[in-house]
């Protein structure tokens, strides 16, 4: 019912809380100053409208958080799963660099060094975005590029497909250069340097060009 101090400032012990299971403790280790769960779990309950965890890091050339997970077979590194009800703005993830001189600063960096997907994105929505791009401020860059793709064989860049058997008038793929004023913006740009052909239309394909002429080249 009061304060309980082991050791004091600069001079600290070892202590153990053990589990009714083998090899299952919790340890606080003195000489590497760490807090260590050993075959144990760290399990919060946060009941009130507070963070559960709050890391405050002085760290510079070390990660923040780092997690080895050399033995997962079939489950998840890590999980993140919301089942609220509610229909107000959040982030189930929220990447934030708050520093405009932070140039160098990559927000989401993946390293996918097996034959597998980079991103997988399952998405039920119906009306909305499964991936968007906000105002982006992209002057003389590109808001998406693919690089230097130069092991390609028998794949492509970019691959579109629809096997919807829905009738409605639909674009699958849509370029609008909305502003009148901007006379020099090119729609579609192709550089073919290969001997074949810059656009093959197959099957059914066709191209429509206005009722009104425009002026080409």
């Known amino acids: 019912d ?12 070892d202590v153990i809380f053990y589990g009714d299971t083998a090899s299952s403790n919790m340890t606080w280790d003195t ?6 769960l050993n075959d144990s779990t760290l399990f ?30 079939t489950g998840d590194v890590l999980s993140l799963s919301s089942d609220s009800s509610s229909t107000g703005t959040r982030n ?14 990559t927000c989401l960096n993946i390293n996918q060094d097996a034959n597998a ?9 119906t009306t909305q975005s499964s991936l968007y791009f906000l105002a982006p401020a992209i002057t003389t860059g590109q808001v998406i590029e693919v690089n230097d793709a130069n092991s390609l064989t028998t794949g492509g ?24 004023s901007a006379d020099n913006a090119v729609g579609l740009l192709i550089q073919q340097d290969g001997a074949d052909a810059s656009i093959e239309l197959t099957g059914n ?3 429509k060009f206005p009722g009104t002429q425009g002026a080409s080249s």
């Open 117 to 125: 997907k980079g991103i997988s994105i399952d998405s039920e929505a």
């Open 92 to 105: 189930i993830l929220k990447v934030n660099n708050d520093n405009t001189s932070a140039t160098g600063t």
């Open 31 to 36: 000489s590497a100053d760490d807090l260590i």
């Open 157 to 180: 860049i970019a691959y579109l497909y629809s096997n919807s058997s829905d009738n409605s008038t639909r674009n699958l793929v849509s370029i609008i250069n909305e502003h009148a």
């Open 44 to 73: 919060i309950d946060q009941d009130d409208n507070a963070k559960a965890i709050n890391i405050d890091s002085e760290a510079t050339t070390s990660n923040v958080v780092g997690i080895d997970a050399d033995a997962v077979t």
């Open 2 to 13: 009061n304060t309980i101090t082991v050791g004091a400032d600069d001079q600290g012990y």
């Open 205 to 207: 394909g066709s191209i």
